[in-house]
């Protein structure tokens, strides 16, 4: 599966962003994704996640500020970004494994990854 994220952009303080993750492939439903970020300088990190059976995972720091979805019939999944905050800036991926359990997806042990798309919150 190929994936392509997109939605990043500059947003101030206490704004709302939402990225985009679209799959390729017929199969998508079939398969957890997760939303990383890594910023500059620090590891990279699970932001939130989605098992292929719905189950979903949100990262304390961003839990009642971030919302995973995902819509099958256009094999793209959501990551609704709301409340940011600076330390929110980073390059945000999206990933993919076939059959993702809950726990692989709070793991972050993903097969596939697609490109970087980079989220500035200026305060």
């Known amino acids: 599966v190929q994936l392509q994220a997109s939605g990043g952009g500059l947003v101030q303080a206490g704004g709302s962003l939402r990225l985009s993750c679209a799959a390729s492939g017929r199969t998508f439903s079939t398969y957890a994704v997760g939303w990383f970020r890594q910023a500059p300088g620090k590891e990279r990190e699970v932001v939130a996640g989605?098992?292929?059976?719905?189950?979903?995972y949100n990262a304390d720091s961003v839990k009642g500020r971030f919302t995973i979805s995902r819509d099958n019939a256009k094999n793209t999944v959501y990551l609704q970004m709301n409340s940011l905050k600076p330390e929110d800036t980073a390059v945000y991926y999206c990933?993919?494994?076939?059959?993702?359990?809950?726990?692989?997806?709070?793991?972050?042990?993903?097969?596939?990854w697609g490109q970087g798309t980079l989220v500035t919150v200026s305060s």
């Open positions: 990933a993919a494994r076939f059959r993702g359990g809950y726990s692989q997806v709070v793991a972050g042990t993903f097969d596939y």
């Open positions: 989605i098992s292929w059976t719905g189950g979903s």
